[in-house]
Nanobody, 120 residues
Framework: QVQLVESGGGLVQAGGSLRLSCAAS????????MGWFRQAPGKEREFVAR????????RYADSVKGRFTISRDNAKNTVYLQMNSLRPEDTAVYYC?????????????WGQGTQVTVSS
């Protein structure tokens, strides 16, 4: 089992920045991919970004490329999402998720989510 706890969400004005963190505990040795997803009201959950164990293999949704940066600290079992130039359409609940090497690219564990609200 892996437990994930997100933090860093909040209310920010358009054009502002936030940094989300997600700390993993439990069977962290099994973690291969760490990713971020989001779900806006009335919409389906969508992929935002992901990063592999080595710190490479980063991928981003087209809607956040050039504005968001994902990174991870394996020593702390933590993944970060730096969000710059935020837009009202970035408003959503952001979820952290992890995948083991055996199940990748399917994500096995999910956090509880953290709310990000961008005001215009």
């Amino acid at each position: 089992q892996v437990q994930l706890v997100e933090s860093g969400g909040g209310l920010v004005q358009a054009g502002g920045s936030l940094r989300l963190s997600c700390a993993a505990s439990g069977r962290t040795f099994s973690i291969y991919l760490m990713g971020w997803f989001r779900q806006a009201p009335g919409k389906e959950r969508e992929f935002v970004a992901r990063i592999s164990r080595s710190g490479g293999g980063t991928r981003y949704a087209d809607s956040v490329k050039g504005r968001f940066t994902i990174s991870r600290d394996n020593a702390k079992n933590t993944v970060y999402l730096q969000m710059n130039s935020l837009r009202p359409e970035d408003t959503a609940v952001y979820y952290c998720a992890v995948a083991s090497e055996a199940t990748s690219p399917a994500y096995d564990y999910w956090g509880q989510g953290t709310q990000v609200t961008v005001s215009s």
